[in-house]
């Protein structure tokens, strides 16, 4: 009897699922193992990156939220994730390998910064191992994500941080001598008649343009729209960031001209979380621009 090419296709075995792994006791106990293994081999980078979290005035306060944010991109995808096949793939050790070596070169000599650049790679290099393609393509934003909370090398972080303070004193005096103010930039400081503004290092804004990229990215990841209007939005974050942190600067100079010192501090304290509220009710207006209207609705299958 001949055989027709439906006959063939149904004879085919279908390929697991991930609905289907979570039944079978090997992958529980393999997948068991392979997360005691990632916090066994990155417990003092998790532990270094904690610290650095809660470090007073730190550039990466938001890393401890970004977690909870990849977990959320899994549950609103879960219905997909789960009916995606499993195809385990070898190309996954391609990452593994080198991965692996140089969080060990790093961990022992004490370069957790750099040690935990690869905690993402490793993730993506596992994931292919365990579930092939299809699965780690499901997976990739959440794990790229996951870098908005890696605290890069702090020489790196100075460096830039100083390149943003720089430039937010100079818009802010700009801007201060256009209103007729007598204001003269002396580094990153400003010099008012009746007072001296120095732009510090939690004033430059680069904390809050980390914080604002990272939550503009899951902002535009959760967004309907075309792919250049949601790269759009995360490409607009600097520059909106450097404005809105130079008119931050501009203000809390203005408080200390007409109120005196005591409420320029106080002011400064609460400035950021103001500015940073303004940007981001910006950049949901941008989204309606770059026809970025709508939110994603949840997979049903």
């Not at 008012?192 to 980390?210: E, H, K």
């Not at 400035?271 to 207006?285: E, K, M, N, R, T």
Request: hydrophobic share 55%; aromatic share 14%; with cysteine.
């Amino acid at each position: 009897m001949e055989t027709t090419a439906l006959e063939v296709k149904q004879a085919k075995p279908a390929l697991p699922i991930v609905a289907d792994l979570g039944k079978a006791r090997t992958w529980q106990v393999l997948g068991a193992l392979s997360v005691v293994a990632l916090v066994f081999i990155y417990w003092d980078t998790f532990q270094w990156w904690w610290g650095q979290w809660w470090k007073n005035e730190s550039y990466y306060s938001h890393g401890i939220l970004i977690p909870f944010m990849s977990a959320f991109v899994i549950w609103f995808n879960w219905k997909r994730i789960v009916r995606t096949p499993v195809e385990p793939s070898a190309w996954g050790l391609a990452l593994l390998a080198p991965t692996i070596l140089v969080q060990f070169g790093s961990h022992r000599s004490g370069a957790e910064s750099i040690s935990g650049l690869t905690v993402p790679i490793t993730l993506l290099g596992a994931s292919l191992v365990l579930f092939g393609k299809r699965v780690t393509r499901e997976l990739l934003f959440p794990i790229l994500f996951l870098y908005f909370m890696c605290v890069p090398p702090t020489q790196y972080l100075y460096g830039l941080s100083f390149r943003i303070q720089e430039r937010s004193t100079m818009a802010a005096a700009a801007g201060l001598r256009l209103m007729g103010f007598d204001a003269v930039r002396e580094g990153v400081a400003i010099q008012l008649p009746n007072i001296r503004v120095l732009v510090g290092a939690p004033c430059s804004g680069f904390r809050m343009l980390i914080a604002l990229l990272a939550f503009t990215t899951f902002f535009a990841y959760m967004k309907k729209g075309p792919l250049w209007g949601r790269l759009s939005l995360v490409a607009l974050v600097i520059p909106l960031s450097l404005i809105a942190n130079s008119v931050r600067v501009l203000l809390i100079a203005l408080v200390g001209e007409y109120w005196g010192e005591d409420a320029m501090h106080s002011f400064h304290n609460y400035s950021g979380y103001i500015v940073l509220v303004i940007a981001f009710a910006i950049l949901v207006q941008l989204a309606k621009v770059v026809k970025c209207r709508d939110f994603k609705s949840m997979p049903t299958s």
